[in-house]
């Protein structure tokens, strides 16, 4: 495939560039490296078959250019800052769904007619059902993230519906592994190197949430892009279990060799839109021969590991 990856030097979208090059595929990194980090790239920028554009997904034109001779496109750009939506909305609009829509303009250009999208398990809201199936009522929207997720979903499918696309929507737990730069492992990691004694905890610490590896997920995106057949394949992507937050301070604390005394914000939820319960049902994704390799406790200790080898991280997300 000629594949183009926009936030080609992010968590995920740098784990997959390089799973898309060992593949044999050509790709065609775009990034205007707000967030991301060139250095991810580093084995990726010796290959003949990589190139990187720095440019912002909100510059159309530029977008355009960019995407010429792609026949696939990976859109992983996006504002993960979650926890913060309430702080500046238009974040959320501009980075997760006008962004999408430039995307999708820029395919109709290009030719390109193939898109897979990681939109969020958020969506679900606070659901009933656990776990929760793809086929689950929405409810209404408290999360800003989610929200614009959902719009953007929503507009992709019609884009398939219109010019003929064919989609892929990955509904996302959250992902661990390494080049993780945000999230509950590294805040947890930082304040227990400035304070091992005292953790902050958000909320009460009995949220339950479910997390996925990286290269699990990866995994699971690129099986369902060769394996799909559909118009719109929209998919769960989660383990077959949760854990509390308290679980993974356990985990985090034990490796660590601590015992913090931990300050509890209290409530069920950790900041405005939080999911206090986060299970979903990947039996979609399973019928297709995928399952994921590391439980949570492995991925959070990997994530773990992987911020001790590289103290930096934490240096640029000051």
């Not at 398990?121 to 059902?129: A, D, K, N, Q």
């Not at 995106?221 to 769960?236: D, Q």
Request: glycine letters at 10%.
């Amino acid at each position: 495939m000629r594949t183009f990856v926009t936030g080609a030097a992010g968590f995920i979208g740098s784990n997959l560039v390089d799973r898309l090059l060992a593949a044999g595929h050509e790709v065609t990194g775009f990034d205007n490296l707000s967030t991301g980090f060139r250095r991810f790239l580093e084995g990726a920028e010796a290959n003949a078959r990589f190139r990187l554009i720095e440019g912002d997904l909100l510059d159309l034109e530029a977008v355009t250019r960019a995407m010429a001779g792609a026949d696939c496109v990976f859109h992983l750009a996006a504002n993960a800052d979650v926890r913060f939506g309430p702080d500046h909305p238009r974040r959320d609009l501009e980075q997760n769904t006008i962004v999408t829509w430039n995307v999708l303009e820029a395919m109709r250009a290009a030719g390109a007619r193939r898109i897979a999208f990681p939109s969020t398990g958020s969506v679900y809201g606070e659901p009933e059902i656990f776990p929760t199936p793809e086929t689950a009522p929405f409810p209404v929207q408290t999360s800003l993230y989610a929200a614009s997720k959902l719009a953007a979903e929503g507009m992709i499918t019609a884009y398939v519906a219109a010019f003929g696309f064919q989609a892929y929507i990955f509904r996302f737990v959250s992902i661990l592994g390494e080049r993780y730069t945000h999230g509950h492992v590294l805040d947890f990691y930082r304040q227990l190197r400035e304070h091992p004694r005292r953790l902050d905890v958000l909320g009460d610490g009995r949220q339950r949430k479910s997390y996925l590896y990286v290269q699990d997920c990866v995994n699971a995106i690129l099986l369902a892009v060769e394996g799909c057949t559909g118009a719109v394949n929209i998919l769960n992507l989660g383990t077959d279990e949760y854990c509390q937050v308290n679980d993974s301070i356990g985990w985090i604390s034990g490796h660590l060799g601590l015992t913090p005394e931990l300050q509890y914000a209290g409530g069920e939820r950790g900041w405005v839109g939080d999911s206090p319960f986060i299970f979903l049902d990947c039996a979609r994704m399973r019928a297709l021969g995928w399952k994921p390799e590391l439980t949570i406790e492995q991925g959070i200790i990997r994530t773990l590991e992987f911020l001790r080898r590289n103290p930096w991280v934490l240096e640029a997300r000051v």
